[in-house]
């Protein structure tokens, strides 16, 4: 075993990185938060909060080692290899960076409380929060980490997996281990809760505005970690991821409220914040495989298609109530597939050294083909996964409050407690918060 060379650069940067994608939790409570009515906004706030508590605390005792610990038919790694987060600076993710386990550790446990976090929006005003906090332990155990083990962790997913004969699949910061994984199981709980009650028939305004662009900027701001974290170093390759991820987030930005000047009218502030969330989500694959024409025609798209995904809840019925199937699994679908169009051979990560380019670089089909693969296969055993345990839920525990409370308001009713002074059991107040 080589003898670990600390790195204090680049274990600097990891740490702030570390620190800046946990930041994204609390940051998406606020826009989540400012996303419902002003009766249940504590509640959607809890639920980001708590995914914190339970992810983080799964991590260090066994879903590290169960995503990076020795392969157990391609689907999780050994529980016991890093139980605890028993292991010393040799057997570190990034080693070779000069960085220490526990902070790769630390980094990669970031990433699965975020992806918790995102689920919640899709069953906002609903759900009890007692079930949500069980489902959230079970869905960590049972989908995040089987998914981010046969991604990062040596798995099926991964560059000796099931398109080994092609090419090794791209996903440089958690396009499918987060987005799409997220945005899959999101569709398959709002199909299990079913419908709040109103959708479609009365109105389901965000209660404040401000509190969703400020919640989109602190994702914005915790997504540099996010993306150019990922590359485990401070060097060109970060730098590179830095910019596109500024590049895409930028485009998808104008790209929304442009669409939706386009089709209703109005650019609005709902729709800018949700841009910059749909060219985060679609760049963060591809931040450090493309190049600025790459992360633009990426920021581009997912800024358009993205607008008009979340419209199509009201066409099938579905009620995504914050638009994480519409933003996440699309934006995400989004990504992943147009690395086999845009991928460079500037890629460079810890498990290849370049040579996989997309489509319009002159590499043909073969990373579009690894990339639909992977796509296709993560968002059926996320969803199907999902389903079951959601299924599993409602046949035990329950998984909606009663009616009363959800038109009285979850926040009073399950947290004892109101956001907004004189805020009454109807939800509303003199000026109808909503």
Same mark, same amino acid.
């Given at each position: 075993?080589?003898?670990?060379?600390?790195?204090?650069?680049?274990?600097?940067?990891?740490?702030?990185?570390?620190?800046?994608?946990?930041?994204?939790? *609390?940051?998406?409570?606020?826009?989540?938060?400012?996303?419902?009515?002003?009766?249940?906004?504590?509640?959607?706030?809890?639920?980001?909060? @708590?995914? #914190?508590?339970?992810?983080?605390?799964?991590?260090?005792?066994?879903?590290?080692?169960?995503?990076?610990?020795? $392969?157990?038919?391609?689907?999780?790694?050994? +529980?016991? $290899?890093?139980?605890? =987060?028993?292991?010393?600076?040799?057997? @570190?993710?990034?080693?070779?960076?000069?960085?220490?386990?526990?902070?790769?550790?630390?980094?990669?446990?970031? !990433?699965?409380?975020?992806?918790?976090?995102?689920?919640?929006?899709?069953?906002?005003?609903?759900?009890?929060?007692?079930?949500?906090?069980? !489902?959230?332990?079970?869905?960590?155990?049972? /989908?995040? #980490? *089987?998914?981010?083990?046969?991604?990062?962790?040596?798995?099926?997913?991964?560059?000796?997996?099931?398109?080994?004969?092609?090419?090794?699949?791209?996903? !440089?910061?958690?396009?499918?281990?987060?987005? #799409?994984?997220?945005?899959?199981?999101?569709?398959?709980?709002?199909?299990?809760?079913?419908?709040?009650?109103?959708?479609?028939?009365? +109105?389901?305004?965000?209660?404040?505005?401000?509190?969703?662009?400020?919640?989109?900027?602190?994702?914005?701001?915790?997504?540099?970690? !996010?993306?150019?974290?990922?590359?485990?170093?401070?060097?060109?390759?970060?730098?590179?991821?830095?910019?596109?991820?500024?590049?895409?987030? &930028?485009?998808?930005?104008?790209?929304?409220?442009?669409?939706?000047?386009?089709? $209703?009218?109005?650019?609005?502030?709902?729709?800018?914040?949700?841009?910059?969330?749909?060219?985060?989500?679609?760049?963060?694959?591809?931040?450090?495989?493309? $190049?600025?024409?790459?992360?633009?025609?990426?920021?581009?798209?997912?800024?358009?298609? &993205?607008? =008009?995904?979340?419209?199509?809840?009201?066409?099938? %019925?579905?009620?995504?109530?914050?638009?994480?199937?519409?933003?996440?699994?699309?934006?995400?679908?989004?990504?992943?597939?147009?690395? %086999?169009f845009f991928a460079t051979d500037q890629y460079n990560t810890?498990?290849?050294?370049?040579?996989?380019?997309?489509?319009?670089?002159?590499?043909?089909?073969?990373?579009?083909?690894?990339?639909?693969?992977?796509?296709?296969?993560? /968002?059926?055993?996320?969803? #199907?996964?999902?389903?079951?345990?959601?299924?599993?839920?409602?046949?035990?525990?329950?998984?909606?409050?009663?009616?009363?409370?959800?038109?009285?308001?979850?926040?009073?009713?399950?947290?004892?407690? @109101?956001?907004?002074?004189?805020?009454? @059991?109807?939800?509303?107040?003199?000026?109808?918060?909503?």
């Amino acid at each position: 075993m080589e003898e670990f060379a600390l790195d204090s650069g680049n274990t600097a940067w990891m740490l702030m990185a570390s620190s800046l994608v946990l930041l994204m939790t *609390p940051g998406l409570a606020f826009f989540y938060g400012g996303m419902v009515r002003g009766k249940s906004v504590l509640n959607m706030m809890m639920m980001s909060f @708590s995914s #914190i508590g339970i992810a983080g605390l799964i991590w260090a005792l066994y879903g590290y080692s169960m995503t990076f610990g020795a $392969d157990i038919g391609g689907i999780i790694g050994n +529980p016991l $290899d890093y139980f605890g =987060l028993a292991m010393d600076d040799s057997e @570190s993710l990034m080693a070779a960076t000069g960085v220490p386990a526990l902070v790769a550790a630390g980094f990669q446990g970031t !990433f699965a409380i975020i992806t918790v976090a995102l689920i919640s929006g899709a069953i906002a005003d609903r759900a009890k929060f007692g079930t949500w906090v069980v !489902f959230a332990i079970i869905w960590v155990t049972l /989908v995040y #980490i *089987p998914m981010a083990h046969m991604v990062w962790g040596g798995g099926l997913l991964g560059p000796e997996g099931i398109t080994s004969g092609l090419s090794a699949p791209i996903d !440089f910061a958690g396009g499918t281990v987060v987005h #799409i994984n997220a945005g899959a199981a999101a569709l398959a709980l709002v199909l299990v809760l079913g419908k709040r009650k109103g959708f479609g028939k009365e +109105p389901m305004r965000p209660h404040n505005l401000p509190f969703v662009m400020l919640g989109a900027a602190l994702l914005w701001f915790g997504w540099f970690g !996010f993306n150019a974290g990922s590359e485990f170093a401070a060097d060109g390759t970060a730098g590179r991821a830095w910019i596109n991820t500024t590049v895409a987030t &930028c485009v998808a930005l104008l790209a929304w409220i442009a669409t939706e000047k386009f089709r $209703d009218g109005a650019a609005t502030s709902l729709g800018a914040a949700s841009g910059v969330v749909a060219g985060l989500v679609a760049i963060t694959p591809a931040a450090a495989s493309v $190049d600025v024409y790459g992360s633009i025609a990426i920021g581009l798209v997912a800024g358009v298609l &993205c607008s =008009l995904a979340v419209g199509l809840k009201f066409k099938f %019925g579905y009620d995504d109530s914050l638009d994480v199937v519409g933003v996440h699994l699309v934006g995400g679908l989004v990504g992943t597939v147009l690395i %086999g169009f845009f991928a460079t051979d500037q890629y460079n990560t810890w498990w290849a050294d370049g040579g996989m380019e997309g489509l319009f670089y002159g590499g043909g089909f073969t990373q579009l083909i690894t990339q639909v693969v992977v796509a296709v296969v993560a /968002v059926a055993f996320s969803f #199907i996964v999902t389903y079951l345990i959601a299924l599993l839920l409602k046949a035990t525990m329950g998984w909606r409050v009663t009616e009363e409370q959800e038109v009285g308001g979850i926040d009073l009713a399950v947290h004892g407690e @109101s956001a907004y002074e004189g805020l009454g @059991s109807t939800g509303s107040t003199i000026t109808e918060v909503r």
